[in-house]
């Protein structure tokens, strides 16, 4: 092993203000009225599905939810872990964290909003279906994550065990989805993001298209706010050390 | 003149069984721990309404998960005692050997333990013998090397945490989530007498399992440890 040299690339001459709770966050508030918009859309101008009726718009929280918990927040603290481990940048470490957090809320967010449309739509709140499993196992890791994160006192020692089980969480995944999949299947099959052509009407994949974005917007919005807390946090915690 | 990274690794593993056969606390514990899991398992199910071959797959794994977080909760914590571990640190092996050492012993250690809990299952659940025992040894060996490559890892991890022995089960059992799943359903499988090959794609999933983690594992051990 070369010496390895943690650093924070945030100069320590930044003035706590910089982080203070003061003024507005404009970001954040711009993607809760785009999320606003999104349900105001989803119930009123969006066409009721034929057969699933009213039930069926949960799948705007729902699939965007997914979409963000999974492709954003989960592949960030991924890629932001493997940095963290070569460059040694606490920066990197806040972000995982802060992704991770942030992550877990929209993971939440799809196992609540699953169960109330699965009990309509297949009349049972639960199964132990490959997607719904494999989500919730997921969810697990990054709780677990989290859990961690808040038993290790020494920050250092927090960063890297954060980053090394970040790494091998991402390596989990595959793993839980084969296993998983290896046993039969429930869960609708994915209708946007597939081989061939989206198989919904215009209307509702406008509708979920906007869903999308207003949900990674709120994501990058609550990933920044969390992170200025981090920071905050870390600041506050070398000045009582000094 | 340094030793290889495999003849540390060995004389690691020798240390540690070595300290674990003097006292012998962590296998006697794991060993009743089982057995009497593999008891108290039998009530918790109707016998009349499901035949208790039916519910030795899961039992066994089970215990076998337990059994084992029991003596990989250990492996780390032995060199707590005077800074044992500082001593490890000090000495001129490859930090990656450290790592492979405590594994090995580890491997030695739940494999004895999957021995006996098997033997405690087949007593009580009345386990038809002689049909797949070699499937039936590789599918443990497999399991058990994925179950140490990453237990062992976090074992160092959570040594240093407050929270050590509930820290390792929460991070650990969602890791043998792919190790689990398949080795109950492939031991389902052999146990009612299916061919071998119906259980490949879990053997599979098995040994991918075992050969991305411990190479993973290994690279990432070195990170876990103070400078």
């Avoid at chain 2, 509930?166 to 650990?172: A, M, T």
């Amino acid at each position: 092993m070369s010496e390895s040299v943690v650093r924070d690339s945030t100069p320590a001459t930044v003035p706590a203000e910089r982080y203070a709770a003061g003024g507005i966050d404009w970001l954040l508030v711009v993607a809760i009225l785009a999320v606003i918009g999104t349900f105001i859309r989803a119930i009123y101008f969006t066409p009721v599905e034929a057969t699933q009726g009213p039930a069926q718009k949960i799948f705007y929280v729902h699939a965007p939810s997914a979409f963000v918990a999974l492709y954003l927040a989960f592949a960030l603290v991924a890629v932001a872990s493997a940095l963290f481990l070569w460059l040694k940048d606490l920066k990197l470490d806040r972000v995982a964290a802060s992704s991770a957090e942030v992550g877990v809320v929209f993971t939440t967010v799809v196992l609540t909003t699953g169960p109330i449309w699965g009990k309509e739509i297949w009349g049972t709140w639960w199964t132990w279906d490959a997607r719904l499993t494999a989500t919730l196992f997921l969810w697990f890791l990054f709780v677990g994550y989290l859990v961690m994160r808040g038993a290790i006192e020494d920050r250092m020692m927090r960063a890297r065990y954060s980053a090394v089980l970040g790494l091998l969480g991402a390596l989990l995944i595959p793993f839980i989805h084969l296993s998983v999949y290896l046993f039969r299947t429930l869960h609708p099959m994915p209708i946007v993001l597939k081989p061939s052509a989206p198989s919904l009407p215009p209307g509702m994949l406008h509708t979920l298209l906007f869903a999308f974005g207003s949900f990674a917007l709120l994501y990058v919005a609550l990933l920044r706010f969390r992170y200025r807390l981090a920071a905050a946090r870390d600041e506050l915690d070398a000045r009582e050390g000094a | 003149m340094e030793p290889s990274v495999l003849s540390a690794a060995l004389l690691i593993a020798r240390k540690d069984l070595a300290i674990e056969f003097r006292t012998r606390t962590a296998f006697f514990s794991a060993v009743v721990f089982g057995v009497l899991g593999a008891a108290i398992f039998y009530f918790a199910w109707d016998p009349t309404s499901v035949p208790a071959l039916d519910l030795a797959p899961g039992v066994l794994w089970v215990i076998f998960t337990f059994a084992g977080l029991l003596g990989l909760q250990r492996s780390f914590n032995v060199e707590l005692s005077d800074r044992a571990i500082d001593g490890l640190l000090a000495s001129p092996v490859p930090r990656e050997a450290i790592y492979l050492g405590k594994a090995l012993a580890n491997l030695v250690f739940v494999g004895a333990v999957e021995v006996v809990a098997i033997l405690a299952v087949a007593l009580f659940y009345s386990m038809p013998f002689g049909t797949h025992v070699f499937a039936l040894g590789l599918l443990a060996l497999l399991a058990a090397v994925g179950l140490v490559a990453v237990g062992t890892l976090f074992s160092a991890m959570v040594v240093n945490t407050r929270l050590a022995e509930l820290l390792l089960p929460v991070l650990s059992l969602p890791f043998f989530v792919p190790i689990v799943m398949p080795a109950a359903q492939a031991t389902a499988k052999l146990l009612a007498g299916r061919p071998v090959v119906e259980v490949a794609g879990w053997l599979k999933v098995l040994i991918a399992f075992d050969i991305v983690f411990v190479v993973a594992c290994t690279l990432a051990f070195p990170f876990t440890l103070e400078e």
